[in-house]
């Protein structure tokens, strides 16, 4: 087992747990508008390198902290100038080609209000939208939802959310209802066992009943667009990046696929992992390289599959927190604070980074070891819910992230 | 049929065998129905319960070994086969050139080439397999996976298999890093513990191979190690710091940055044999002095003197003496047996039992057993996938297939070994309901093929007994056959729920 000693670690690869959107009460003020808006939340588990996917090239201080990890324009292969002072990936070619179409916005050393380096607690103040961890049994995500338009539903499928893979993250989660779908590989049960199964449910168990008519709504949606099944993921071994690519690509693909259908879901969010890069990191290749490829390709497969509702879709890729801007004892890094979120869709005024940057010297490192939050991530959460599905400031500030009233919406971001 | 008295009694039984075990198996209920209890208490004695003792499982480093044997030959396989295919294209095209540019020293156009090297496998090319498409490493594999369902179908109530199943998911490893040590891993650190001291288990767990190399720390070394200044590497603070947030202490319980880097320092020089260098003892644990940072280390206000593998020791045996673990500990097992929420009662009455009896697992779970609230707690807690899909089994009394049983549970979502992060898999019903829809097609699939041995009344006596509802028996007697019979009494709320 060569990997035993010396592969990267990619422990956080979950095929079977992958994705989920969820969706339901029309944007109503929206379509008053005549536009019919989209909005795909990726939550990337594990704490993403904001650093090495959009580096401060300009930054003096950039080479002395990262050396031989640094992105550069003159590395091999070289990064891709965002403007005068950042650069990408060059792992990303999609994300480029869409950021100079004016399709893409990178915010850099953003965070959310939590302060402390556990993932699952980073993860829980990201997802459910609170100042603080713990307590909270639903996501921002779900209750923006509950805010569109609860009398005015879009069709007969009534008001579910939607959800890819069997585990249902908690940015979703709430009061609206989710539905969720996994690939199939076996039979599903008759529709005459799954009536039965829900009327035995609505005698007995509510929760369950609720559960299950998700599953019911669903297959509707892909009935009604004729959508193709996927392939099982059933082979959970080691993990190949070929395999990483092709997992991310299927399961962002389908989930702009349901959001794409005239009568699927409008909302959605799904989960990709593998970003915790404690050991042999990478810049411009290697591990994280790898994983930020495969993230490039779902956005391709998610511009591709969206079709022409790309005009009016905007993807928002945000994870927990950042990473120390050195390196670690084992050429990764550890957890941090600081790092980047990107929002992509044909919906945006992009082609721009927004930073208010802190520096890096180490004076101006977040506890002498991180990248200095600057950006509260839910002023960019905010500003995409405002003017793309058009909530007001003050269910913003008061329910969909409590106690923000001090986080004003950033403008401007909508075409 | 039954007096109230005994069913009464009958329900306590199936309570029992549904919330502390595995579910019921054919006449499990009428078994233990005259002291439910005393037979969880009882099943505890039993010698060698939660052992699996099985001579055609490999220790985790001989699979670890073999794997990487197994590959190693592959990848010369391959190499050969491409250097034959290349010589043969090179022969061909001497052969239309002509002889005149043909180099002196060409290998021949022969089957066999000369390049082969002289350390070539010593198995022939295509070296047989018991099972064709299945690499070694991917047999011994379902070998764990069928021994660990085989130990849960089997078991008689199951107390002490979910007691595994927990302990495993607590220390849990992945299979994304170390898929060919994860079973063997169970057996040698999780199991010969769950019903001794907490902090053996601890020890065992921390320094167990596929833990190392799961959470970075076999290639973590002290700044200032005799390694680590040689070879300008340095340190990994992941492992120092799931071990206290995940596996004892618990997130937020007053530990600071600075501690996690210090007990990091403290866990330099826990490390693994390479497989590549030492074909007899690759991936066994080794303590090597020059990974580890000297010095004594001060952890959460207590200084350890460097005392090499003993400093490390030193710390855990700390942590696992110290009160938020017995919270921590406490308030994760009554969530998994009880409720989502369970009673802060309940809680503290574990917490005490962990601290009076200095972690001693089988008097915390005898604790469990012997309190009214974990009893008394609603019937509402959602199975796990796992839990399920093996209660499901047991109830028709028929053998587990552990390849359908892997690929089912990676469809549930709760793929075998393969937890997506160190926290394991979750344990609240907002994680699984949601995958309700999911469970209806396992449970169809199910159906199908055991319908013609298992008779859906049976199974409600069997699995439910006097806790199946009205409507659920209504259902099942109205099915308009016996696989549909079967899925509603498998996705019953009453066979859903514990």
Known sequence: MPSLLHAPTRREILLGCGTLFAWAYAPKLARAEGRDPRFLVLVLRGALDGLALAAPVGDPDWLKLRGDNALALDGKPSALPLDSFFALNPAMPNLYRLYRAEQAIIFHATATPYRERSHFDGQDVLESGLTKPGASDSGWLNRALTLLAPDERVNSLGSKAFAVGPVTPLVVRGSAPVMSWVPQYLLPASDDTQARLLELYRHTDLKLARALEGRKDLIAVARSAAMDTMEPQDQPTAIGMARVREYFADASGAAAKYLASPDGPRVGALSLFGWDTHVNEGAATGQLAGFLGALDGAVAAIEHSMGAAWSETVVALVTEFGRTARVNGTNGTDHGTGTVAVLVGGALKGGRVIADWPGLKPASLYEDRDLAPTTDLRAVMKGVLKDHLRLDDAALAATVFPESRDVKPIAGLLA | MAQDHSDGAAAEAVLALHRFGLGPRPGSIAAIASDPRGALLAELERPGIGRIDNPELLTSAQSA??????????????????????????????????????????????????????????????????????????????????????????????????????????????????????????REAIRPHVLGRFADMLLAAEGHPAMLVYLDNSMSFGPQSVAGINRTRGLNENFAREILELHSLGVRTGYSQEDIIRFANVLTGWTVISVVDNPEHGAEFIFNRRLHEPGPQQVIGKTYPDMGVEQARAVLLDLARHPATAVHIATKLARHFVADAPPPALVEHLAKAFRDTEGDLKEVAKALIASDAAWASPRDKLKKPCEWVVAMVRATGLRGDPERFRRGQVGLGEPLWFPPAPQGFPDDEATWIDGIGRRLDIANSFAQRVAQRADPNGVIDTALGPLARSETREAVARAESREQALVLAFMSPEFQRR
């Open chain 2, 65 to 186: 070994r073999a794997a990487f044997e197994a590959r190693a030959e592959r990848q010369a396989q391959n190499i050969i086969a491409e250097r034959a295919k290349k010589a043969a294209e090179q022969a061909q095209a001497q052969a239309m050139n002509g002889e005149m540019t043909q180099p002196v020293d060409a290998p021949r156009p022969a089957a066999t080439p000369q390049t082969e090297p002289t350390e070539a496998p010593r198995r022939p090319a295509a070296a047989p397999q018991a099972e064709p498409g299945r690499t070694p490493e991917r047999q011994n594999f379902l070998k764990e996976v069928k021994a660990r369902l085989d130990a849960a179908v089997d078991a008689e109530i199951g107390f002490a298999e979910r007691l595994v199943w927990f302990w495993s998911n607590h220390f849990c490893v992945s299979g994304y890093t170390v898929a060919n040590m994860a079973g063997g891993y169970e």
